[in-house]
C-alpha cells in the first residue's frame, strides 16, 4: 500500500516539476512572479478535452494544448509583461490579474461543473505493481515527464539558446554587451513554460477533475518546489517537486486529499523557515563552474 502511494506521489511530484520549472525559469530571468502560471495548466486541460471529445485523439489533444499554451504565452508575454519585467510588484498585480481573467474565461468556455477525460483507449487497462493492480496511464504520464524534463535539460545545458538563458540570468548587462538577444530570450522562455504548462494540464486531465479552478489548486504546490529549489535553477524545483509530491503520496496513507494537501503546504513551510536557502546553494555549486566554462569558450 505504502509503496504504491509512493508511486503515486512520484508521478504527482513529476507533473508538478513541469509547472515548478517554468515559473523557475520565467523567474529567473525577467523577475515576474507569473500568479497565471496555474491558469495556463488549466487552458491546457480545457482546451486538450474539447480536442480530445471532438477528435476522440488524445495525441491531437496534446499537441493543441502545447501549441496553445504555447502561442499564449508568446503573445501575453509581448503585449502585456514585456513593461514589467524585472518589478516584482508591478507583476503580481498585471499577472493577478490576468489569472482572474483566464479564470473567468475558462468558466465561460467550459462552464462550472467538472468533468473527467479518459485515458486513451491503449492505456486505460492496469498491471501488477507491489502485488496490486496499478493504471498503465500513470506509468505513461511518468515516462512523458521525465522525457520533457530531460528535453529541457538539454536545451539549457547543451544548446546556444539555453547558453544565452544562463548568461541573462548570471548578468543581464554582460549578456547584452556579448551579443545576446536578451528579448528573445525572456520571449522564447515564457511561451516555452507555458506551453509546457498547459500540456501538463492535458497530462493530468485523466487523473483529475477538469474545472476552470484547477489552476488555483495547483499554484501554490508549483510556487513551494520553485522556492524550496530556487528561482532560476533547473536541478532544484524539479528535485523539489518530487519531495512535494512524495510528502503528499506518503501522507495520503493516513488524511483524506484535502487534508494531505493542507499538510503537505504545511510542512514545506516549516522546512522554509528552518532552512530558508532550500536546494540553491547545492544547485548553485552544480551549475556556476558549468557555466563559467561554457561562456568562456562561447567567447573563444
Known sequence: MIATLLVNGLVWGL?????????????GLTEVMNLAHGEFYMWGAVTGW???????????????SLCSGMVAG????????RRVERQIASSLILT??????????????????????PAPDVLAGTFT????????????????????????????HRTRFGLWMRAV???????????????????????????????????????????FKMGVEILPLAFMGVILGGFGDFKGPVVASIC????????TAAFPPTASRVLTLLFVSILLLIWPDGL???VRRLFAPGLRKSLNRERA
Open 169 to 211: 540570468k548570471q548578468d543581464k548587462n554582460l549578456a547584452l554587451s556579448q551579443g545576446v538577444p536578451v528579448d528573445v530570450v525572456y520571449w522564447i522562455t515564457f511561451g516555452l513554460g507555458a506551453g509546457v504548462a498547459s500540456l501538463a494540464g492535458l497530462l493530468a486531465a485523466p487523473i483529475v477533475a477538469v474545472e
Open 244 to 251: 512535494i509530491g512524495l510528502i503528499e503520496g506518503v501522507l
Open 74 to 81: 508568446l503573445v501575453i508575454e509581448r503585449l502585456l509583461l
Open 96 to 117: 493577478f490579474g490576468l489569472m482572474l481573467v483566464m479564470q473567468h474565461l475558462g468558466l465561460l468556455v467550459f462552464g462550472g461543473s467538472p468533468r473527467r477525460l
Open 280 to 282: 540553491r546553494v547545492v
Open 50 to 64: 474539447f480536442v480530445v471529445s471532438s477528435t476522440g485523439s488524445f495525441a491531437l489533444g496534446a499537441a493543441a
Open 129 to 156: 505493481l507491489f502485488g496490486m493492480g496499478y493504471p498503465i496511464y500513470r506509468l505513461f504520464l511518468a515516462g512523458v515527464c521525465v522525457t520533457i524534463l530531460f528535453l529541457f535539460w538539454v536545451l539549457v
Open 15 to 27: 507533473l508538478l516539476a513541469l509547472l515548478a520549472l517554468g515559473l523557475s525559469l520565467t523567474f
